[in-house]
């Protein structure tokens, strides 16, 4: 078995994007931060946003996903940035905060311009993680007098809580060599029925005030004493009916802009204001301790209720306290977000008595049901000096609305955070050049991405959602010319076929500066637009838009914070909205393929020498039957050609290939099954050309064509081996084979996808994905006696779960795309060169 370490060639891994939606259901999902970093002397500013989704955590910026930050083992349930300097509270370094289901806090300190993350983690307690998954957490600053800029040496507590009930304390120590974390030995047990937010703000001599809020709709106050590493219960606000969502804290200067009642309470020059967020619908604002000219703050023993918003009709989800150049005389404002699809902006102000008020209104409107409102909310400014504010919803969508002037005037944007939340299970590109992408998900949503100019550079960006849907979708391929015909796989017995609309085919065509068929391949016009009504899961198509339609977008059209929800943008148009995406941009659905008596799993096609595509399709299955490999040709309309019956269990994987023979080409079909077997195909004959029974040890996940001219392909499978095998027999078909792999290959995970690009022909490049979320690549010579040299591949290039599919891009030398359970999508470039020396000149995000 040969053994891929020994021998390495040099090689460079070059991430162009990756694509992965938000968490779904996230209250602490995302946080944005405006970080000072140096560069050669000179002071540089970046504006990141971090989210979460699975167990890796996403940084961003204006032009996309920068780096993916990997070491929690349980899926992330909150983070936070916490700044530990800066000028106004506005700049400043700082580090980011995340914890998971798994009870892991993790500490990810930026170096530089950010090329790398320190990182610190540890176990919030020894109990069982179950009981103690951390679920809320904030991260304190350092000392007053730290300067602009914190410096090397600085320490600080984190606060945790988790879902048992429990307020831990670490400290935190930025060293010169690492970032370092430390588990403090005291903890309260404070929230019998766990926690839904928890804020801090530092009090005087190391004493720092905590606000947890819990599911019963009270407030609990605590005093932590960092020399005495002590808790110690202060006060319980009540009002709230329900849980509370979030809170948030504030110490605001009072001496030239606040109300005089405040202002006489002891003297005051400040005070700490403490926003809660509740599930019953309302906002509240609390006076919960004053600042004296000492630095000190003095508790108030029953904290005051200053205002309660009302504004919202539904469960409050978010509040946040925010400062920057949004605000106006240097007032402070207030987010908040909640389930009626609304976010508010608010400015606290008073010359004789406190009062809040309403400055800016963001929202999405029309019939969106299934967006569920918002989860969670964030403000920041990117470095274009432009403002925004995203917020997520239940399904893991992002919004953003954009501000560029002074005045309080936010229009809908378009996201930066693309990609799916859930599982990514299928991906192709679009023959015969792959300028579009399609993926499919469980989260029932099936995603076309392009390569399109965004601002000054180029990015890939979702174009359209040809499928909504109501179940899990397994599968999907490309079956039309340049790429206007999509068939796919979901949780049913069905096969659905889709066309795309004529809008779509204009704007692509503006896109990719392109010209596509303006009709049907039967010679049709192509329907404007699709649609679906309530509880259906076919796309009806729209020729004629009416009247009363038009007006209604029209209308639409008219709200400036509200998602687009007309017709597609006009050509050449910036990426659409989260709201245009979800509604407009489906493609109506043609047929429905009907031959199979379980869920169907697997999808393959081919295109044919006169246009037409050959489609194969395979279900889950427990005999030979159900086992049945069924064959389509779709031309002007799918004609139900034969089907293929040889496995005894699931077919796992399906791959098309040809061979020319003298001036004939055949097409060739292998596949693999859960029966540890696999099989060549010939598709016109419907004959066996050769079978491998026991080709591994366990099942057999993947396949992939090496060299079809030859009859070479690779298999992988959960014994985590890779062989390659031969079909020499083709004009003597043989039943059954006894031939040994030619050449094995054992990882260190199981292989669950698998693809090959010839760069050369004498040599076969295999890229693997694995179990672990691994992708692993090695050249083989495809002459014997097959040598094989491993790629030195980067950390970074890799997934969190298991590696659904790999394709590489055709037309192109190794540009391939990966996708995932962890529900991301990547792009990237394999770039190879002679020497066997270990490069290490990958790209980082």
Known sequence: ??????????????????????????YHALDCIRLKCSSEGAAVTQSLLAFSNDRAVYVT???????????????????????????????????????DAAGALCVWRPQGLIHRFDLAKLFSTTDSATDHSLFSIVCLAVPPGAGEVATVGTSGPLFSCTSGGYLYAFEYANTASAVQLTALPESVDCLPLGSGAIRSEQSFDGCYLVFVGNTIGTIEGFLYNSKHQTFARTTTIEGHADCIRDVALHVMDIRNQCADQLQNRRNATGHVLLASASQDGTARLWLVASSTHQGHLDLIDDPECLTVLYDHQSAVTTVKFIRGSCCADERPRLLTAAFDRTVKLWELSGDSAPRIQRVAEMGVIGEQSSFHGFYSAAYGEWDDGQSVVFATTYTGAVFQWRNASSQNLW??????????????????????????????????????????????????????????????????????????????????????????????????????????????SDGKPR????????????????????????????????????????????????PRTEATLQQDTLWPECEQLFAHPNNVQRLDSIEQQDG??????????????????????????????????????????LRFAYRIVGKTRRNLLLSVARDRSWIVWNVHSREVIS?????????????????????????????????????????????????????SWRLHSAVTAMDVFSDRPDRAIVLAGLESGAL????????????????????????????????????????????????????ARILTTEKNEVADTVSTF
């Open 1 to 26: 078995m040969g053994d891929l370490s020994l021998g390495f060639e040099k090689s460079c891994v070059e991430i162009e994007q990756k694509l992965v939606g938000c968490r779904r259901a996230g």
């Open 61 to 99: 910026n204006l032009t996309g996903i920068r780096y993916s930050l990997v070491s929690h083992e349980g899926i992330v349930n909150c983070l936070r940035w916490q700044r530990l300097g800066g000028q106004g509270n506005l700049y400043g370094t700082g580090v980011l905060v995340s914890g």
């Open 411 to 520: 229009r809908n944007d378009e996201p930066c955070i693309r990609g799916h939340n859930l599982g990514v299970t299928d991906l192709d590109w679009c023959p015969p050049d792959g300028l579009m992408l399609v993926t499919v998900s469980r989260d029932m949503t099936c995603r076309l991405f392009a390569k399109a100019q965004v601002t000054t550079a180029y990015q890939w960006v979702e174009l359209a959602r040809p499928q909504v849907h109501g179940h899990e979708i397994f599968a999907v391929r490309f079956v039309g010319k340049s790429g206007l015909k999509l068939a796919s796989a979901a949780e049913e017995k069905a096969v659905r076929l889709f066309d795309a609309p004529q809008q779509f085919v204009e704007e692509l065509s503006g896109i990719l500066q392109t010209t596509r068929p303006e009709a049907c």
């Open 527 to 574: 329907p404007v637009r699709a649609s679906r009504i309530a509880l259906s899961l076919t796309n009806q198509p729209e020729y004629e838009a009416s009247e009363s339609n038009e007006g209604e977008e029209i209308h639409r059209d008219l709200s400036p914070s509200a998602g687009r929800l007309g017709r597609f943008p006009a050509s050449g148009a910036s």
């Open 612 to 653: 037409s595509f050959i489609l194969a399709s395979a279900c889950v299955a427990q005999s030979m039957r159900e086992s049945a490999i069924q064959l389509w040709e779709i031309q002007d309309a799918a004609v139900e050609l034969h089907d293929l019956r040889c496995h005894d269990l699931t077919v796992t994987d």
């Open 691 to 743: 079978r491998r029974k026991n080709a591994h040890a366990r099942m057999i996940l993947t396949c992939a064509w090496v060299d079809p001219q030859q009859g070479l392909f690779a298999t992988g499978g959960r014994d985590k081996c890779i062989h390659l095998w031969q079909v020499s027999n083709f004009d003597a078909p043989e039943a059954e084979s006894l031939a040994e792999p030619l050449q």
């Open 776 to 827: 692993h690549g090695f050249s083989v010579s495809t002459v014997a006696p097959y040598c094989s040299k491993a790629l030195q591949m980067s950390e970074n290039v890799r997934h969190v779960r298991a590696v659904s599919r790999i394709r590489f891009r055709p037309r192109s030398r190794g540009v391939f795309a990966s996708c995932s359970e962890d529900g991301s999508v990547m792009i």
